[in-house]
């Protein structure tokens, strides 16, 4: 059942995969994100990693759009939205405390769900970035070039949107531009592929490069949907299931309908509530209720 937000009924949807918010970064867009999560109704969301940025976290940058972010989630959980998060390499210092479930609130590294019948497998995808992996201070040494970039990408785009011309993307124009840069994204979605395939899942959902992505793959070894969330710094996107439907959800297509409104609901003013139920470090899988008249999910963390 569709519940209102704001005056309007927030719209039903199945599963909601977001990713790479990196909350606490200038780049963080989490006015935009607070309007996407107010404008739905989901039954299960996944946030894919790097949604609060560890790397770059500093007591001196905290807009309170950011904490309206973590009381919105909060409040879904409460509201009996399954929440499953997923850590990254942004957040990797939680995955020390992964496997710990607080009520509709998982913590885990990644999470398989069962939809109508088919298996879907979800995680972060930095397990596939070598440097990430074997060189840390390399990898947050880019990241900080990273958010340099997309600062001056921002007032970028406040003078081109003054002048009268469209947004425009550096970092974009950087990948396009730089061969090893393509053929890092090219060899991570051919690496979760293919090892989807050979473990039998029939979908497969990254975040971690900031590329969304949805595409169905079929080869001779078997055939996979492979997704990628994308991020809320640059592309402002999501996945979403619904109907038995997977779909990518792109903001600046639907950015009229969100001008004038509010960024969050009256209620976040005052902070979430809601009891937290029961704790369990050793559940490794449930069977959740059936909504929607879809089939029963069953979800494991192995």
């Known amino acids: 059942m569709a519940q209102k937000g704001r005056g309007k009924e927030r719209r039903p949807v199945s599963v ?19 309007n996407y999560l107010g404008s739905i ?27 309206k972010v973590l009381q919105r989630l909060m409040k879904m959980a409460a509201s009996g939205v399954e929440i499953y998060y997923v850590t990254g390499n942004h957040d990797d210092l939680l995955r020390r405390f992964a496997e710990q479930h607080l009520g509709n609130f998982h913590l885990v590294n990644k999470v398989i769900l069962e939809l109508d019948g088919q298996k879907a497998w979800m995680f972060h995808g930095d397990v596939f970035d070598v440097v990430t992996v074997h060189s840390r201070w390399a990898a947050r040494l880019g990241s900080m070039g990273y958010d340099a970039l997309i600062l001056v990408n921002r007032l970028a785009n406040f003078l081109s949107m003054r002048l009268g011309h469209g947004r425009i993307s550096l970092s974009k124009r950087i990948k396009d531009g730089v061969k090893s840069a393509l053929k890092f994204i090219g060899d991570f979605e051919k690496t979760a592929i293919a090892i989807a395939m050979e473990k039998g899942f029939g979908v497969v959902a990254c975040g ?43 903001y600046r297509d639907h950015e009229k309908e969100f001008e004038g409104q509010e960024h969050a609901d009256k209620d976040l003013e005052e902070g979430a509530t809601g009891g ?27």
């Not at 500093?58 to 309170?64: G, L, N, Q, R, V």
């Not at 078997?222 to 038995?244: C, F, K, P, Q």
């Open 276 to 302: 937290p139920g029961g704790v369990s470090a050793t559940v490794l899988d449930f069977t959740m209720p059936e909504r929607s008249g879809l089939s029963q999910r069953k979800t494991n963390y192995e």
């Open 208 to 250: 971690h490069i900031h590329q969304p992505a949805l595409k169905k793959i079929v080869s001779e070894k078997g055939r996979v949907t492979y997704m990628n969330s994308g991020d809320w710094v640059e592309n402002l996107t999501a996945i979403e299931y619904h109907r038995g439907e997977w779909s990518l959800f792109r």
């Open 41 to 67: 109704n989901p039954e299960v969301l996944v946030l894919n990693g790097d949604i609060i940025d560890i790397w770059q976290f500093s007591k001196y940058y905290w807009p309170k759009s950011h904490t």
């Open 16 to 34: 909601v995969v977001v990713s790479d918010v990196h909350l606490g970064t200038v780049g963080c867009h989490a006015n935009e994100l607070l």
